[in-house]
């Protein structure tokens, strides 16, 4: 997948109104979008900002956009993510919560060469400091896909670095960062617990060891780190297949996540990719919340809404 | 320091009885041993069983003892660690605990060329399942060393994977392993927690940020988990200098292993490297306990305690 461009069928007729990026670590992906934000033609990179093609930023840009900007010269471009970092093209500066699409789009930075107008990232301050970026636009989307949500909703979205956010009036009040997708993937690359599932291949898909992992960290009051051992213990006792080991870690690592977050009342919403939120559903379950709403990733969706409360979108026009 | 053999002067006149052996996954040390388990020569070589050199396990028993044995070659010769696991010279089968001195002394496998006497690790079943190898023989020199602990005692062993032991009579009769160091040394090395201290050179050893760390988790009800991500974003938000953020990363890391593991109405006593070992005074002194008793490493003394019981070591005899 990753190193491919992923290219959706060009909706002939429909008329091209802005340009959006969300434009990450380790990729890239690129929107055409029409009127209301509908998405003509998209395509993903693996150009992250970790990860740039020769040219640097710039060269990424047009390889990613750069016939549509040749084809549409009078679209605007929007981007949101680590683009806007310390490490980005240009520093976006953090906005401090709470925020919402408006301050995100009096807050847009752009580019030296002004191609590219980039959204700020948010931040918490005081005694519990969190950062956030990229996410603040996917948060902008999911509300304006599903408007109920404006008014009060606890937001959990899981990836390298979940985010469980709480949404009032459309804006965002407040949010923690956890690590669980990288603790997961440096643990399993990098430490000895990654060892006995690399020697043992492919895991089985029918293994119940995610939910195990689940219980067990549900079941500890002290949390997960007296139990991370067991990855390897119960291997070496002959207590779980090697092959299910990471699994289990998974488990044990997201229910870890939920024990810690979870707040008794509420009914946290899920926004991401289907796979790993079904996975995050899977866990919620066990801890007695089933059938948690979903939202697709928002991004380019958020992108239209800043954007337009920007004042980017292009006129509509005819196609040359 | 590593890759470097550290001799110590001969005691000349003092005659060797055993060649001992801490033989774990990164570092070969070998010890010539006299009367009472006297360490006559010592050395450390890089030949831990995961980077072996050419030859293989017999090559690297030359290189640490090979000299020894050529000028004394009655010597018997004894090893601890993992030479004894899956991934070792020979396979020691664990012992189940409760188990002592004399059970591991009972439990020896030698090598198939049958120079080399190896120690079995310790597990633990059931529904907590735990597994050591090489902490068995420190802490039977340990308890060699300081007999009051032999009747009950509670051992901490700061390291990679630190071990929390229950001792009575003379026996382990339980433990638990916290992944701490190697924990730190995974997430300073491969995760996004490392590069701010990494682009900011050395840490400023006057720092008060692992007393931060420590006093940081032992505030937080739920557990270092939801803290980790502060490590960056005490940094980003200007709370937290960059050179710090590793030390108060560790504070975090040893303050939760304290935190799971400390009971009340008991006091621990330190085993291991004095380095480490004061790391974790401090960071106990924090949860209100001072002046932990302190014992050495005592992996030459267990080694000799298990020799004897095995009837390995050599008689008397003056020096050719």
Not at 5 to 15: E, I, L, P, R
Not at 120 to 135: F, I, N, T, Y
Not at 251 to 273: D, F, H, K, N, Y
Request: one cysteine or more.
């Amino acid at each position: 997948m990753s190193g491919e461009s992923q290219q959706t069928a060009m909706h002939h007729g429909a008329a091209p109104r802005l340009i959006a990026l969300d434009w990450g670590t380790t990729m890239l992906r690129g929107f055409l979008l029409g009127e209301d934000g509908l998405v003509l033609d998209s395509r993903a990179l693996p150009f992250g900002i970790m990860r740039l093609p020769e040219g640097g930023f710039p060269a990424a840009f047009d390889r990613v956009a750069g016939d549509w900007r040749r084809q549409f010269p009078q679209l605007r471009a929007i981007a949101a993510g680590m683009v806007g970092s310390a490490q980005g093209w240009v520093q976006a500066p953090y906005q401090s919560c709470p925020t919402g699409p408006d301050e995100l789009a009096a807050g847009l930075v752009r580019t030296p060469d002004g191609t590219l107008h980039i959204i700020p990232g948010v931040m918490q301050s005081g005694s519990a400091p969190d950062v956030m970026r990229g996410e603040e636009t996917q948060i902008a989307g999911a509300l304006a896909l599903m408007p109920a949500l404006q008014r009060s909703a606890w937001l959990v979205m899981p990836g390298t670095h979940s985010k469980w956010v709480r949404i009032e009036h459309g804006r965002i009040q407040g949010f923690t960062t956890y690590m669980t997708g990288e603790l997961f993937a440096t643990l399993s690359a990098h430490s000895i617990l990654g060892r006995p599932a690399a020697e043992a291949g492919p895991t089985d898909p029918a293994s119940d060891s995610f939910a195990r992992g689940v219980a067990a960290v549900r079941a500890e009051p002290r949390g997960v780190v007296p139990l991370l051992f067991t990855v390897r213990s119960l291997v070496l006792t002959g207590q779980l297949a090697a092959a299910a080991s990471l699994d289990y870690l998974s488990g044990l690592l997201i229910g870890e996540e939920i024990r810690c977050a979870l707040q008794s009342g509420t009914r946290p919403v899920l926004i991401g990719e289907s796979a790993l939120c079904e996975r995050y559903q899977q866990a919620f379950a066990q801890f007695g919340l089933s059938s948690l709403d979903m939202v697709a990733n928002g991004a380019a969706a958020g992108l239209w809404r800043v954007a337009a409360q920007a004042g980017l979108i292009g006129k509509e026009m005819t196609r040359p």
